[in-house]
Nanobody
Framework: QVQLVESGGGLVQAGGSLRLSCAAT????????MGWFRQAPGKEREFVAT???????HYADSVKGRFTISRDGAKNTAYLQMNNLKPEDTAVYYC?????????????????WGQGTQVTVSS
């Protein structure tokens, strides 16, 4: 059983930075693709970023150039560095893990999810 635990959310002013962490425990494989998604109030969950096992990454256009996804295989942990945050980045952020190879963009293709961490950006 894989468990994902996010941390690092909080309240920050526009232009500030936060670093989210996602620690995986249980039966984990370094080769799994990881992803970050977010859901704002009243909106559907949306893709933010994904990273495959060799470190190839892909980002949503809305965060490209501001967010960086990374992973530490030895620690079974994925990260999302968020810089130049904007009020529209306010959402609950979820990390997810999939057994599908390569870059994975659809939330339906992920099998394991964390509980989410709130990110609030004030203007």
């Amino acid at each position: 059983q894989v468990q994902l635990v996010e941390s690092g959310g909080g309240l920050v002013q526009a232009g500030g930075s936060l670093r989210l962490s996602c620690a995986a425990t249980g039966r984990t494989l370094v080769s799994n693709t990881m992803g970050w998604f977010r859901q704002a109030p009243g909106k559907e969950r949306e893709f933010v970023a994904t990273i495959d096992w060799i470190g190839t990454t892909h980002y949503a256009d809305s965060v490209k150039g501001r967010f960086t996804i990374s992973r530490d295989g030895a620690k079974n942990t994925a990260y999302l560095q968020m810089n130049n945050l904007k009020p529209e980045d306010t959402a609950v952020y979820y990390c997810a893990r999939t057994y599908r190879p390569g870059l994975v963009f659809r939330d339906l293709d992920y099998q394991h999810w964390g509980q989410g961490t709130q990110v609030t950006v004030s203007s």
